[in-house]
């Protein structure tokens, strides 16, 4: 309906443009401005004809002509050519519409970044003056038109890469305020503006904001989250808010198409679902990395703006500064290009942006590549005319050639996307504008010169290309001359034998005959005329070009993903030690049945029917290792702890499936992790537990159906004992203050809960109250009995249970109250001395804590040490002489009790997920190796098929060195090597997280 | 023979009621010792089992499987069942120069400069340290305290971990001297993030490394001439390095970077160590060939690429081993010494022998030390530094140290973290 609905719109619009431009109204040509001089006004009809026109990309009319008058486009086709128009004889050329780019900062003010960590100043509120919101970095009240202004040097090379339009906005902040629809037109910006407010923009980016809020990712997201809610709220014109600018601004740019900025795939399907919570479709300005996830992109049904600034070949030239370079950048070098042919193909809507390109001259380059790499020319023209003009309905002004629309236009000498092709006018609101004047008019050919006195002839031959035309002496010998062709004049000059003295001769290009006069090889003046006796036929010498050899996608784009993701099978694993974890303990000499990915069956002897058989003969099976305390795969930030209570942001959104980590712990047999916020702040994130499904995407690694937990913190972080002396300001201090932190939360939660209906939603608070229903849980960072006393206290107050407390060092001292509460303990094996708070540390925490009757576990809090739980388990023996059996649950069962999925995870029990772990030996032993690791049945690692990887690996990434190397020697510029860093974190840190290995080696929590 | 080993059972019972500030340095060994029925694992790659040991006068007189009878004064300890090991030896740490990480004030092991070669560790080094009893209790017998901060942060010298000072401590003085060159890790990039270079690493690189070569070669110069107007005491830090008498233990871990490690030794004719090592496994043959031996810190690692082998840092050891690399094992920080022996039984999983492993802890880094004539396996002739283990030390599944001996004299393996664990068995009535 709406399709047919705005069609008919358009179309009484053009009407009325047609009505007015015929009328030649004189209201339409008045304006405000006063003329100081002699009033000069002109219509600019203009006629092109005997052109070939694309009128869009596939609608071509040979030999046609286009009449354009006030800036708009009259008509295309074979009509009558006003009397009044300016001819163009464009014969040979070709017309097409100009381009649009939707993603452009043209003529609004520089943004200066800001950082606005932690580190930095304490920054509390926004620092923007003014009636406005709380938040320095959600924009919503700027609008590009107000701060827009023409820039001639841009709008220039903007023009001469083709362009006619640009959508253009402030790139700053996470709401970037309404973009604007403008022209390259070098006039008044009242013209150039030709939509005020056509677009609403965001990010995840704060860009300029100095304020500490958000530092992290999932910061981003939670404040875009809550800002859609406040909004709504806002709405009502609650009094106690008063006027909010920034609010109404983002309601009243609810109606216009909404535009995110993302850096990459997944960052496509966090804005993405952001969209879907609130009722919005965003139009996504991709990262270009987009290619590697097809599926999920159509997924999200959203139009895409795709970048082309593919990355530059790397320099591997020094092989040990290669070596840094993961094949994942590799790879990605190699296939960027590939990403508009791949929308292509899955026939999601997309157009092209200039944006990021490094020289913008290389525009049409890019686009040709990604013509090699598989997408259509009409695609490709689409992408730069009227797709990115439908996106933001901006398609009954510009986009392609119409009576009515914009007279924006472009003259080549051929085919758009032919490499020779030569652009020479960039026509906007109908005024021309020369790209390249040489070769407009093709003076190649054969012509004969007469040369007097003396009435000499020769045949002269002018070649090369229409803008830069070589010229020779065709005689016995052909000779090589020189010929510049500068507007009108001319110049000539060739040796008459080789080797010896030139004729030299300059004069005037005429319309009919070349003439002038010149100086011969004796010095004598001459006269001379050339006459055009017949064209050029040029070879074609352009080799046809093969289609790229490019390597295959990975699932995760990462060295050791797969190439297609495996599939669930029926497994048999046979005559293995299988520890249960349950009330049969260790079996020896077991089988164990895998079936749809669940534990079928456990006994001797079992028929394998269709199963694959797994010879487990000397070998150790048990439940995967599950993580309880864990910050692998998490993107842009772990703690968002800029505020004492951050409730409201969730691990959830920023869980990142590439991460190496997760292979390199399923190869230390962990099978689930339990992904937490930092320890930064008081009431910090939301965790969430995945499962280490290697190549799933965000969604499906996470473990469906668990509960819902949320990271808090207690002590040294919190009160940020350890961050310098400048961070002082920060509510609280001390444990005193910790506590009333979170009393006044959950106060402030209670209040909130009983408030009525007509309540601003609140996210962080929302958080809160599904803590004190018990609907979420709580894994608490905490150290000493103090503090861990202090939180049971406010539990107990508030009547609700401390789930787990985590690092919990000093849990020994208090576990009669814990076992109590009810509260359970993740714990590291044996870390001490790092800092005060850890000064009563022992190896020995586990031990007690479970003899007095806590659930406890072993975490990592650590990439590395993850992959060796099973040892930091075994620790326990040493340290307490714990059983063999009891030390293996802290590191599975525990886990899985202490996180809620011990129904499906934890033991080997039929009915249970088949998640499990085949060690090369007993598995609390440091000489046991996880052999194979399976997660829902899926082997996700195996030790023999890992070896296969290596080589892969290595494979490839020589072939894509040869392949960079033959780049550079081709002369492409090329990018330094750079090393490619894994994003890591830890508890504590507060912003980046670092390669450890060759950066920094303690581990400070 | 039963009633001696009676008495060392309830000796060890008497010391779980000592608090940590009674836990005494042990007195010098008085009755000869015997050690019989063992499996004594003697560093050198060679088990004895059921192998019997003597020492005496805190030294080893004696070790094989067919020794002569105990003398009738001396003490006699049956330890079937039980496994021996030489002390492990921690090569690099801060061990006593600092309690608390985050707290500044107890942190001594980085001084102010870029090149303090005239610093010396061991006059900071705190033998009252709640950590090193810590350590002990898990094998470590001796360790090289070593400075860090700037390019040359100091001296090093190696104490043994049972002295009432540091006096007492010093097993060898100022044994080696520390060059943390700076990195020539390419500028990182993170898909998305920009960073800005200010420079060029491998100016930056040949800047920094330049001053520490002009500081070498005018020490080097300096040190020509025995009279001085002004007597340059960074120069002086390092005369015994040009006599060999010192090491310089060049701290990197990229190849590049350990190259120029290499021709480090052969510019200035001087025996240099290579500490980090996490890329040594690429150029073994080239470190084989130059004779430069590699501290390897810590196999419990992550790779340092992700395109690198899983288990590229377990493994790193194996390689080095089989080029014939001399090298040893550590491991990061201080209190994190006592799971070196763990660092070796990683080691040994990936590849190495359990004997070698064993040998990558204790004689390989005495001989990188250079202090293997006197310790770092049960041979004739060397300290008694002993560890006895119920079951294998390298694994901490059957770990546990039931006797250490320094220098013929039997340290008490009590610790602050037994103790506590102690109060509170004591506070829950548990067993």
């Known amino acids: 309906m709406s399709k047919f609905f705005s069609s008919r719109k358009r179309l009484s619009r053009l009407c009325l443009l047609l009505g007015g431009l015929l009328a030649g109204s004189y209201a339409q040509a008045q304006e405000t401005f006063p003329v100081n001089g002699v009033a000069d006004n002109r219509e600019g009809c203009y006629a092109f004809v005997k052109a070939t026109i694309v009128k869009s990309a596939g609608t071509v009319l040979n030999n046609a002509t286009l009449v354009i008058r006030n800036g708009r486009i009259v008509s295309i086709g074979n009509g009558p050519v006003p009397k009044d128009a300016v001819v163009i004889d464009c014969e040979g050329k070709y017309i097409y519409p100009s381009f649009v780019d939707l993603y452009s900062d043209y003529g609004t003010p520089a943004v200066k970044k800001a950082a606005g960590g932690y580190r930095s100043e304490v920054q509390f509120l926004s620092a923007t003056k003014g009636a406005y919101g709380w938040n320095q970095a959600i924009r919503s009240e700027v609008n590009a038109s107000a701060v827009f202004t023409t820039d001639g040097t841009s709008a220039e090379a903007l023009r001469n890469a083709g362009f006619g339009t640009v959508l253009s906005h402030q790139q700053d902040g996470i709401a970037r305020g309404t973009g604007v629809l403008v022209t390259l037109a070098d006039q008044r910006d009242n013209k150039a503006l030709i939509k005020e407010k056509a677009s609403a923009h965001y990010s995840f980016d704060k860009g300029s904001s100095t304020q500490n809020y958000p530092s992290s990712l999932m910061g981003s997201i939670a404040l875009l989250r809550q800002t859609y809610l406040d909004a709504q709220w806002y709405q009502s014109h609650p009094a106690k808010e008063g006027t909010n600018l920034t609010l109404q601004a983002w309601n009243d740019n609810r109606a216009l198409p909404q535009i995110f900025e993302v850096q990459d795939k997944w960052d496509v399907l966090r804005a993405d679902k952001i969209g879907d919570e609130f009722g919005v479709q965003y139009i996504i300005k991709a990262g270009g990395n987009e290619y590697q996830r097809i599926p999920e992109m159509i997924a999200t049904k959203a139009s895409f703006i795709l970048p082309l600034n593919f990355p530059q070949p790397i320099d591997v030239e020094d092989p040990n500064d290669a070596r840094f370079v993961a094949l994942s950048e590799m790879k990605h070098w190699e296939l960027a290009p590939t990403e508009a042919a791949a929308f292509e193909k899955a026939n999601i809507p997309f157009c092209f942006t200039a944006s990021g390109l490094k020289d913008i001259k290389q525009l049409l380059a890019a686009v040709r590549k990604s013509i090699e790499y598989g997408l259509s020319e009409q695609k490709a023209l689409d992408a730069l005319t009227l797709s990115p003009a439908r996106i933001i309905k901006a398609d009954d002004q510009v986009g392609s050639l119409e009576p009515g629309k914009l007279a924006n236009f472009l003259v080549t000498s051929g085919t758009i996307f032919n490499e020779n092709t030569v652009l020479f006018q960039n026509w906007v609101q109908g005024k021309k504008y020369v790209v390249k004047d040489e070769g407009w008019k093709d003076v190649r050919g054969t012509y004969t010169l007469t040369v007097n006195p003396g009435n000499t002839k020769y045949t002269l031959l002018l070649k090369g290309t229409a803008a830069t035309p070589a010229l020779s002496l065709l005689q016995q010998d052909t000779l090589a001359g020189a010929v510049t062709i500068n507007g009108q004049l001319v110049k000539l000059a060739f040796p008459l034998k080789k080797g010896g003295a030139q004729l030299r001769l300059s004069g005037v290009a005429g319309t009919t005959e070349w003439t002038g006069t010149g100086v011969d090889t004796s010095g004598k003046w001459v006269k001379w005329s050339a006459v055009f006796s017949a064209a050029y036929t040029q070879k074609d010498t352009a080799k046809p070009k093969t289609a790229p050899q490019i390597g295959n996608i990975y699932f995760p784009f990462n060295g050791y993903g797969w190439e297609s993701l495996p599939k669930q099978q029926d497994l048999l694993i046979k005559n293995a030690t299988v520890w249960t974890n349950e009330q049969e303990g260790k079996l020896e000499n077991t089988d164990v049945l895998v079936r749809n990915g669940k534990i079928a069956q456990i006994g001797k002897n079992l028929p394998a029917g269709n199963a694959r058989v797994i010879d487990g003969t000397g070998k150790h099976l048990t439940a995967g290792i599950i993580d309880e305390h864990s910050h692998i795969a998490i993107s842009r930030g772990v703690n968002e702890g800029t505020q004492s209570v951050t409730s409201e942001v969730r691990i959830a959104d920023v869980v990142n499936p590439d991460d190496v980590n997760i292979y390199r712990q399923l190869s230390g047999g962990v099978t689930a992790s339990h992904l937490l916020h930092g320890s930064a702040n008081t009431i910090g994130g939301q965790s969430q537990l995945i499962k280490l499904r290697w190549g799933a995407d965000a969604e499906e690694l996470k473990f469906a159906g668990a509960d819902p937990f949320i990271k808090f913190a207690l002590g040294e972080n919190v009160k940020q004992s350890n961050w310098g002396d400048r961070q002082r300001e920060r509510f609280p201090q001390t444990r005193m203050g910790v506590e009333q932190v979170l009393t006044d939360a959950f106060t402030r939660a209670r209040d909130y809960e009983k408030a009525g209906a007509d309540k601003r939603r609140d996210l962080e608070l929302d958080a809160l109250v599904e803590i004190l229903n018990s609907k979420r849980f709580i894994t608490c960072h905490s150290y000493v009995q103090s503090e861990i006393n202090m939180l049971m206290h406010v539990a107990d107050t508030f009547h609700f249970h401390v789930n787990t407390f985590t690092h919990i060092l000093e849990g020994y001292k208090v576990a009669d109250k814990m076992k109590q509460h009810g509260a359970g303990a993740g714990t590291f094996a044996d870390w001490w001395a790092y800092k005060m708070e850890v000064q009563d540390a022992i190896p020995y925490n586990a031990t007690i804590m479970q003899r007095v009757g806590v659930t406890v576990a072993i975490n990592s809090d650590d990439a590395e040490m993850a992959r060796r739980l099973n040892q930091e388990a075994a620790k326990s023996i040493k340290y307490g002489n714990m059983t063999e059996e009891e030390a293996l649950k802290l590191v599975t069962l525990n886990p899985a009790k202490l996180l809620h999925v011990d129904t499906h995870v934890g033991s080997i029990k039929a009915g249970k997920d088949a998640d499990l772990v085949l060690w090369s030996d007993n598995p609390l032993s440091i000489y046991a190796k996880a052999d194979k690791t399976l997660v829902d049945g899926i082997v996700y690692f195996d030790r023999e098929k890992d070896l296969e990887l290596r080589q892969r690996i290595s494979a490839e990434r020589n072939r894509l060195v040869l392949k960079m190397l033959g780049e550079k020697k081709k002369g492409t510029p090329t990018q330094k090597a750079a090393t490619t860093l894994e994003e890591m974190y830890h508890c504590e840190d507060l912003q980046g997280g670092h390669q450890q290995r060759l950066t920094d080696g303690n581990n400070e929590l | ?431």
Not at chain 2, 82 to 104: F, Q
């Open chain 2, 1 to 431: 023979m039963k009633r001696i080993i009676l008495t060392y059972i309830t000796a060890l019972s008497c010391t779980a009621a000592f608090a940590q500030e009674t836990i005494y340095p042990a007195p010098p060994q008085g009755k000869t010792i015997y050690l019989i029925n063992a499996t004594i694992h003697v560093g050198n790659g060679q088990v004895l089992e059921n192998g019997a040991l003597t020492f005496s006068n805190g030294k080893i007189t004696a070790v094989g499987n067919n020794l002569p009878a105990p003398a009738a004064d001396g003490i006699i300890m049956d330890l079937k069942g039980n496994h021996v090991y030489p002390g492990v030896i921690s090569p690099l740490t801060t061990l006593g120069l600092t309690e608390v990480e985050a707290v500044r004030a107890t942190n001594d092991f980085t001084e102010v400069g870029e090149i303090n070669p005239s610093i010396h560790s061991l006059v900071a080094y705190n033998t009252d340290s709640k950590v090193i009893n810590t350590l002990r209790s898990n094998g470590i017998l001796l360790a090289q305290v070593t400075p860090e901060g700037g390019m040359i942060p100091g001296t090093s010298s190696v104490v043994q971990l049972d002295a009432w000072n540091w006096e007492d401590a010093a097993y060898k003085k100022d044994g080696a001297i520390h060059f943390y060159m700076p990195s020539l890790l390419p500028p990182p990039s993170i898909p998305g993030r920009s960073f800005t270079v200010t420079k060029d690493r491998a100016e930056e690189f040949a800047e920094e490394t330049g001053k520490v070569r002009s500081f070498l070669s005018e020490a080097k110069a300096y040190l020509q001439e025995e009279k001085h107007t002004a007597v340059n005491l960074k120069f002086e830090a390092v005369r015994k390095l040009f006599t060999k008498e010192q090491k310089l233990f060049i701290h990197c871990n990229l190849v590049k970077e350990m190259l120029v490690a290499v021709d480090f030794a052969k510019e200035f004719g001087i025996d240099v160590v290579i500490a980090g090592g996490a890329d040594s496994w690429i150029i073994a043959d080239v470190l084989k060939q130059n004779n430069i031996a590699v501290v390897l810190t810590q196999p419990h690692s992550l790779p340092v690429t992700p395109d690198d082998d899983v288990d590229q840092p377990y493994k790193t050891a194996t390689q080095l081993q089989q080029a014939g690399v001399l090298f040893c094992l550590s491991n990061e920080g201080f209190w994190q010494q006592r799971n070196l022996p763990f660092e070796a039984g990683t080691a040994s999983t990936y590849g190495l022998t359990k004997e070698q492993a064993l040998t990558a802890v204790t004689l390989n880094t005495a001989r990188i030390l250079g202090i293997d004539k006197s310790t770092g396996s049960l041979e004739t002739g060397k300290d008694a530094n002993i560890v006895i283990s119920t079951g294998d030390l390298l694994d901490m599944r059957s770990s546990a140290v039931v006797h250490a001996f320094i220098q013929g004299r039997e340290i008490n393996l009590d610790n602050k973290h037994k103790q506590l664990y102690e109060r509170y068995k004591y506070k829950y009535g548990l067993k």
